[in-house]
């Protein structure tokens, strides 16, 4: 377990420079192309990474500071993300040891699977606010999409992530492989 803030700030400093990037593509390229009520939830990508890939006692902070830097595109509450994350990275901690990205197909599932769960959650969080579940259906029909496209680009993100966090494809950061 890497408890070295060393070891996390340059990595979390080039994680945020790309998630700059894929937001500002999301915001300004897509509705230039007329995808104007369409979003890729990129954040949902990184901190599923985190959650997955990496075993430090700072994750939440993480996950709170990568959703803070995504709520300056979004208008959604960097908050309600953080606690999301945070429910999600408890779940996974419980499942870790049976989760193998032994193919690109498993990879992809495992990313849907988990972003189903983020949903989930969200919606409930969401209702907890609201009282109503018609923006959860409205924003469920935009999300199954978003998610599909997330899923079948995270072997691609997972593998610049894993460079990024400097993290083995057979282990986690911090692990002695």
């Excluded at 420079?17 to 954040?43: D, K, Q, S």
């Excluded at 990313?111 to 969401?126: M, N, P, R």
Aim: glycine letters at 6%; proline letters at 3%.
């Amino acid at each position: 377990m890497k408890t070295n803030l060393k070891d996390i700030i340059l990595p979390l400093i080039k994680t945020l420079f790309l998630l700059f990037f894929l937001e500002i593509m999301t915001t300004a390229v897509f509705p230039n192309i007329g995808l104007i009520n369409y979003r890729i939830p990129f954040n949902i990508l990184l901190v599923l990474f985190l959650g997955l890939r990496l075993e430090t006692p700072y994750l939440a902070i993480i996950i709170m500071i990568v959703q803070y830097f995504h709520g300056f595109f979004s208008v959604e509450g960097w908050e309600m993300g953080t606690v999301t994350g945070i429910v999600i990275c408890v779940v996974v901690s419980y499942v870790r040891e049976m989760i193998h990205f032994s193919s690109w197909g498993m990879t992809i599932l495992i990313t849907q699977v988990f972003q189903l769960l983020w949903f989930f959650v969200q919606s409930i969080l969401i209702y907890i606010q609201l009282g109503s579940l018609n923006y959860i259906f409205e924003k469920g029909w935009r999300f199954l999409p978003q998610s599909v496209i997330i899923a079948l680009l995270s072997p691609i993100f997972f593998y610049i992530l894993n460079r990024i966090w400097n993290v083995d494809d057979r282990g986690m950061l911090g692990d002695k492989v």
